[in-house]
């Protein structure tokens, strides 16, 4: 499977009969990270039939990710990463010991750096639309730079150039691609106007 770009596909709500179509049209636009929110209907399902279908083509992880009991149910349904809202200590150490990709959720330099000691793979800056990119590069400045940080919360295409130039490694997009109900078509545009705007930032 060649490089994924870093964005992470959030699908809140995603229930399993549209999880399928729906994962196509993201990996058919170039975004091959997805996460299936565990608050959303039948999550783990959904979660094991996108693993189960898709997972030579794309990384299938959870988020909302709150308990070690969570992790390893995610990690029985075939998920390789794990997205959490909060740096939660037993949950980043649980997701490494089990062997997949921890992106906690952080917000301040105390949070970032709690969850890279735990092991952290890479860091959710949550809700970045809060931080903004001046709080976003003030935290970059002090962490080590080879850890990836993604913007989640009030990232979108308009901002991505933005968001890079305050240092941000990628993004993750809720419903500015998915709310419950969206078409696959629907995300598929969507998804391709973002990657455009991710490949255009990145080389800039």
Do not use: W
């Not at 049209?25 to 999550?43: F, Q, R």
């Not at 793979?121 to 931080?131: C, D, I, N, R, S």
């Amino acid at each position: 499977m060649s490089e994924h770009r870093h964005i992470i596909a959030i699908l809140r709500g995603i229930t399993p009969q549209e999880t399928i179509a729906v994962c196509e049209a993201l990996i058919e636009a170039g975004i091959t990270m997805i996460e299936v929110p565990l608050n959303s209907p039948d999550a783990l399902t959904s979660i094991a039939l996108a693993s189960s279908a898709l997972s030579q083509r794309a990384r299938i992880g959870a988020g909302t990710v709150l308990s070690k009991k969570q992790v390893r149910a995610v990690a029985e349904a075939g998920g390789t990463f794990i997205v959490s809202p909060d740096t939660n200590k037993a949950v980043i150490e649980e997701t490494v010991e089990v062997g997949l990709g921890s992106y906690p959720g952080v917000f301040s330099p105390t949070d970032a750096f709690r969850a890279i000691r735990a092991g952290a793979t890479g860091l959710k800056f949550f809700p970045a639309e809060v931080l903004g990119p001046k709080g976003i590069k003030a935290m970059k400045a002090v962490l080590p730079p080879e850890m990836p940080v993604y913007a989640v919360g009030g990232a979108a295409p308009n901002n991505f150039a933005e968001l890079f130039a305050a240092g941000c490694t990628g993004f993750g997009l809720g419903s500015y691609l998915y709310k419950p109900g969206t078409e696959a078509e629907a995300v598929a545009e969507r998804a391709r106007a973002a990657v455009a705007a991710y490949d255009a930032g990145k080389t800039a």
